[in-house]
C-alpha cells in the first residue's frame, strides 16, 4: 500500500526484481486521487509505504512446470518480478510470457524483452489497435495462447489483467486440460485496510487483501461469474 498523508491510499504491487536490494519499483497509472499525486512527486520527496501484503504469485512451487504468464495492459506490473525471478531457472520448465495492451504503447518493459528472451523466456505481445509503426499481432492474449503449445500436465497459468480476460485465459486452459487447481489469477478489487478487517475488498469467503491478490482458478471460478462482486 503506498500512502500519501493528506491524500490516501493506493494498492501498488511491486514491480522490481526481489534480488534487487536497496531500492522497490513500482509500475503506476494514474487514475485518481491517489496516483495522480504519485505522479506528480518530485526526486526527493517522501511516500509511505506499508506492506507488502496478500499472496505472492507462487513460483516456488513449479520447479520443473512450465509457467505461461499472461497479462493485459498494466496487469504486468504484478508479475515482472516473477519473470525476474523465472529468468534465472535452471530447471528445466519453460517460461512464456503473453502480454496484451490496448496500444502498443501501453506494452509495459518492451525495453527489457531482448533480455528476457536471453534468458530463454518465449516473450509473445498482441496489441487491440495499433500505429503507423507496429507489425506485431492484433488480437487478444486468448489469440496468442492459443498458439502456444501446452503440455496440459506440465502447465502452470499466472494471469494478471482485467476479469473478464482472466476467466477467458482460464477456460480455454481448463479447455484445452490444464488443472484449474494449476491456474492462478490476481484479482482487482478496491482495498482499504490491507489486513482483512473492514470488509472492502471481500471477495465471497475471501479478503483479497488477505487471502489473495493471487487466488486459485478452482476456489474463485463461480465468484467470478457473479456480476460487480
Ligand atoms: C493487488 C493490487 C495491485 C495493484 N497494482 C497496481 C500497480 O502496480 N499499478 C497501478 O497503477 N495500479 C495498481 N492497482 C490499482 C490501484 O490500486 C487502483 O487503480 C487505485 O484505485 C488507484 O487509486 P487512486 O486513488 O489513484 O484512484 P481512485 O480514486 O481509487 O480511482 C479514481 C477513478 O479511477 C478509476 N480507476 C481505478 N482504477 C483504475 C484502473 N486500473 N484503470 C482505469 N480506471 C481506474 C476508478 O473507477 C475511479 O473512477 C492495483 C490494485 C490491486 C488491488
Redesign the pocket.
Known amino acids: 500500500m503506498l500512502y500519501l498523508p493528506g491524500i ?1 491510499e ?4 511491486v ?1 522490481s526484481d526481489p534480488d534487487q536490494r536497496g531500492t522497490i519499483a ?11 499525486a504519485l505522479a506528480r512527486l518530485a526526486v526527493g520527496e517522501q511516500v509511505l509505504v506499508r506492506g507488502p501484503f ?1 499472496t505472492p504469485w507462487p513460483i516456488d512451487r513449479f520447479a520443473g512446470r512450465d509457467v505461461v504468464i499472461v497479462a493485459g495492459g ?1 496487469g504486468l ?2 508479475q515482472r518480478a516473477a519473470i525476474r525471478q523465472l529468468a534465472r531457472r535452471t530447471d528445466g520448465g519453460r517460461t512464456i510470457v503473453l502480454h496484451g495492451a490496448r496500444r502498443p504503447a501501453g506494452l509495459l518493459y518492451a525495453a527489457e524483452y531482448d533480455l528476457w528472451q536471453g534468458a530463454g523466456i518465449d516473450v509473445r505481445t498482441v496489441v487491440d489497435e495499433g500505429d503507423a509503426s507496429w507489425t506485431g499481432r492484433f488480437g487478444l492474449v486468448t489469440h496468442l495462447l492459443a498458439d502456444v503449445q501446452l503440455d496440459s500436465l506440465a502447465t502452470v497459468i499466472l494471469c494478471c489483467g482485467p476479469d473478464a480476460m482472466m476467466v477467458g485465459v482460464a477456460e480455454a486452459a481448463i479447455h484445452r486440460g490444464v488443472a484449474a487447481e494449476s491456474i492462478f489469477l ?6 482499504a485496510c490491507a489486513v482483512a478487517h473492514c470488509g472492502l ?1 471481500q471477495f465471497g469467503p475471501h479478503f ?1 487483501c488477505r487471502d ?2 493471487v487466488l486459485r482458478y478452482d476456489r474463485v471460478a463461480s465468484l467470478m461469474q457473479v456480476s460487480q462482486l
Request: hydrophobic share 40%.
Open positions: 490516501g493506493a494498492a501498488i504491487s514491480s513500482h509500475t503506476i497509472r494514474a487514475v485518481g486521487n491517489v496516483t495522480n496478500g498494466l506490473a504484478s490476481s484479482l482487482e478489487r478496491n482495498m475488498c483479497v489473495g491478490p
